[in-house]
């Protein structure tokens, strides 16, 4: 390969990258790693795609190996880090924070990556008193008062949290991702605050960092052709593969609905295990048109395949799944995305079992608002009026898998399960095939690492009743999105 022709490969990889399109990135960093096994910039972006759709072990391979052939890099030290922290290796983790601040001092990235790790992990005095101290340094990184800030935040000093919140929010040394959280931080402190219209422009003021487009006509126009391939006739006579296992039990719902709640408790079972947003197969079926080798796109390339097609679909998600069991009966497979492809799952997985978590529409939505989701993966999350379209071509398909499929399927409400955590904690035992263990209804006290999603700090706590009904508090701003979603809001009312 010519010094040209990997410059224009090179190129065609960051436009795929900034643009958050791992998939098409993948075929040009294979053609560099083709060229030169050993081709520096091919293995460090071969090993952030393998590390941003899930496959860690390969991710650790790619930045060890570029750890040993090209020493000195902080780069590789901190990608490192990174994928430890998801793999639960606390103090490896750490150990390779600090290796990157020492090979580049003045980089004080790795360093808040290690205090945003021992908050994580919940050595939140630690992490104050490594920030603070390099504050003293003259460190003042907008991302270092994001920790602190939520540090106060959930220690219940919001006065404090809006005052750190109010210094870093907006900065121009700050980033887009950084100010956005800055910016959510605030509203949630304002909100605890009973400031409510002040916490609302603080969310909206968020929100406009990094905001991506939602293509409303694209994604309705998808849950269409799924709706077509996997309607209930098609779902009784298309084939299934010939794997029985009943190892996935799989926790889907919208963003902030409750799915890490039920994810806890049945994680608290002594035969299962709770292995997070795997995204495994979300990936399987993004991925099904290339590993079937036809040119018909999903969801259209599974009305004409095979159970042998399927048995291979299958294997791509159970080498992965049995990998992670650790000889569990059960694993709780909470990839959010898995609502998308719930007839795909009975196809490739027969015995598997789909539990959709729901919530009041209103109180989605504005949570999703709230939160600090990723906006390149939850694009629709950045306005009121894509978050009440995305909403409603989750409650049509949902509703269609309620009356076609034909896998063990079962909704639940969160506010069903706040109100009667012992009931809704027993169907939900009983509906994976296990026996009742008490320590299902004490699942904050079970230790079981990390928990990397919005809601780490949530589930060390016992069940609590605070975010029922919360979009009361904001009527008046959210009147657009009840005009949008209005019948689904009295559907769901009717049914409580």
């Given at each position: 390969?010519?010094?040209?022709?990997?410059?224009?490969?090179?190129?065609?990889?960051?436009?795929?990258?900034?643009?958050?399109?791992?998939?098409?990135?993948?075929?040009?960093?294979?053609?560099?790693?083709?060229?030169?096994?050993d081709d520096i910039d091919g293995l460090s972006i071969d090993g952030i795609?393998?590390?941003?759709?899930?496959?860690?072990?390969?991710?650790?391979?790619?930045?060890?190996?570029?750890?040993?052939?090209?020493?000195?890099?902080?780069?590789?030290?901190?990608?490192?880090?990174?994928?430890?922290?998801?793999?639960?290796?606390?103090?490896?983790?750490?150990?390779?924070?600090?290796?990157?601040?020492?090979?580049?001092?003045?980089?004080?990235?790795?360093?808040?990556?290690?205090?945003?790790?021992?908050?994580?992990?919940?050595?939140?005095?630690?992490?104050?008193?490594?920030?603070?101290?390099?504050?003293?340094?003259?460190?003042?990184?907008?991302?270092?008062?994001?920790?602190?800030?939520?540090?106060?935040e959930q220690a219940g000093d919001y006065e404090a949290a809006v005052r750190?919140?109010?210094?870093?929010?907006?900065?121009?040394?700050?980033?887009?991702?950084?100010?956005?959280?800055?910016?959510?931080?605030?509203?949630?402190?304002?909100?605890?605050?009973?400031?409510?219209?002040?916490?609302?422009?603080?969310?909206?003021?968020?929100?406009?960092?990094?905001?991506?487009?939602?293509?409303?006509?694209?994604?309705?126009?998808?849950?269409?052709?799924?709706?077509?391939?996997?309607?209930?006739?098609?779902?009784?006579?298309?084939?299934?593969?010939?794997?029985?296992?009943?190892?996935?039990?799989?926790?889907?719902?919208?963003?902030?609905?409750?799915?890490?709640?039920?994810?806890?408790?049945?994680?608290?079972?002594?035969?299962?295990?709770?292995?997070?947003?795997?995204?495994?197969?979300?990936?399987?079926?993004?991925?099904?048109?290339?590993?079937?080798?036809?040119?018909?796109?999903?969801?259209?390339?599974?009305?004409?395949?095979?159970?042998?097609?399927?048995?291979?679909?299958?294997?791509?998600?159970?080498?992965?799944?049995?990998?992670?069991?650790?000889?569990?009966?059960?694993?709780?497979?909470?990839?959010?995305?898995?609502?998308?492809?719930?007839?795909?799952?009975?196809?490739?997985?027969?015995?598997?079992?789909?539990?959709?978590?729901?919530?009041?529409?209103?109180?989605?939505?504005?949570?999703?608002?709230?939160?600090?989701?990723?906006?390149?993966?939850?694009?629709?999350?950045?306005?009121?009026?894509?978050?009440?379209?995305?909403?409603?071509?989750?409650?049509?398909?949902?509703?269609?898998?309620?009356?076609?499929a034909g896998i063990d399927y079962m909704e639940i409400r969160y506010e069903?399960?706040?109100?009667?955590?012992?009931?809704?904690?027993?169907?939900?035992?009983?509906?994976?095939?296990?026996?009742?263990?008490?320590?299902?209804?004490?699942?904050?006290?079970?230790?079981?690492?990390?928990?990397?999603?919005?809601?780490?700090?949530?589930?060390?706590?016992?069940?609590?009743?605070?975010?029922?009904?919360?979009?009361?508090?904001?009527?008046?701003?959210?009147?657009?999105?009840?005009?949008?979603?209005?019948?689904?809001?009295?559907?769901?009312?009717?049914?409580?």
């Amino acid at each position: 390969m010519t010094p040209n022709e990997r410059t224009a490969l090179l190129q065609e990889i960051n436009g795929h990258m900034r643009r958050g399109d791992m998939a098409s990135a993948r075929q040009p960093v294979q053609s560099l790693l083709d060229a030169n096994p050993d081709d520096i910039d091919g293995l460090s972006i071969d090993g952030i795609i393998k590390y941003s759709t899930g496959f860690l072990d390969e991710a650790e391979v790619n930045f060890r190996r570029l750890i040993e052939l090209y020493p000195g890099r902080p780069e590789d030290h901190f990608n490192l880090a990174r994928l430890l922290t998801r793999s639960d290796r606390i103090e490896e983790a750490i150990a390779e924070y600090d290796e990157a601040l020492r090979l580049r001092p003045e980089n004080l990235k790795p360093l808040e990556g290690k205090a945003q790790l021992l908050v994580l992990a919940d050595r939140k005095d630690e992490a104050r008193a490594l920030l603070e101290e390099q504050i003293n340094k003259g460190g003042d990184l907008p991302g270092f008062g994001l920790i602190l800030g939520t540090i106060e935040e959930q220690a219940g000093d919001y006065e404090a949290a809006v005052r750190i919140a109010e210094k870093f929010a907006g900065s121009s040394s700050g980033d887009a991702p950084t100010n956005r959280q800055l910016f959510l931080l605030l509203g949630r402190a304002l909100e605890k605050l009973e400031r409510y219209d002040d916490a609302f422009r603080a969310f909206r003021r968020g929100k406009a960092y990094g905001a991506m487009p939602y293509d409303q006509a694209g994604f309705r126009d998808r849950v269409d052709r799924t709706i077509k391939i996997f309607s209930k006739k098609n779902l009784k006579s298309m084939p299934k593969s010939s794997q029985d296992s009943e190892l996935p039990v799989f926790v889907t719902s919208m963003p902030r609905s409750g799915s890490t709640l039920v994810e806890r408790i049945i994680g608290a079972h002594s035969r299962a295990k709770s292995v997070g947003e795997i995204i495994v197969m979300h990936r399987v079926a993004m991925g099904s048109a290339e590993t079937l080798k036809t040119q018909r796109p999903y969801p259209d390339c599974i009305e004409t395949t095979t159970r042998k097609g399927l048995d291979t679909l299958a294997r791509q998600y159970l080498d992965e799944a049995e990998k992670l069991a650790d000889g569990h009966d059960r694993i709780v497979d909470k990839t959010l995305e898995t609502w998308q492809h719930v007839g795909l799952v009975q196809m490739m997985l027969p015995n598997a079992r789909v539990i959709n978590v729901r919530r009041h529409p209103m109180d989605t939505c504005l949570s999703c608002y709230m939160a600090a989701l990723n906006p390149t993966v939850h694009t629709f999350a950045s306005s009121l009026e894509d978050l009440a379209a995305h909403y409603r071509e989750y409650d049509r398909l949902c509703k269609h898998w309620a009356q076609s499929a034909g896998i063990d399927y079962m909704e639940i409400r969160y506010e069903d399960l706040v109100d009667d955590q012992e009931k809704w904690s027993r169907d939900i035992i009983d509906f994976c095939g296990l026996e009742w263990e008490d320590a299902c209804l004490q699942f904050h006290k079970k230790s079981s690492g990390l928990v990397l999603t919005l809601s780490y700090d949530q589930v060390r706590r016992p069940i609590y009743k605070s975010a029922l009904d919360r979009w009361k508090r904001y009527e008046k701003q959210l009147d657009p999105l009840r005009r949008l979603i209005g019948d689904l809001v009295d559907e769901y009312d009717a049914g409580r």
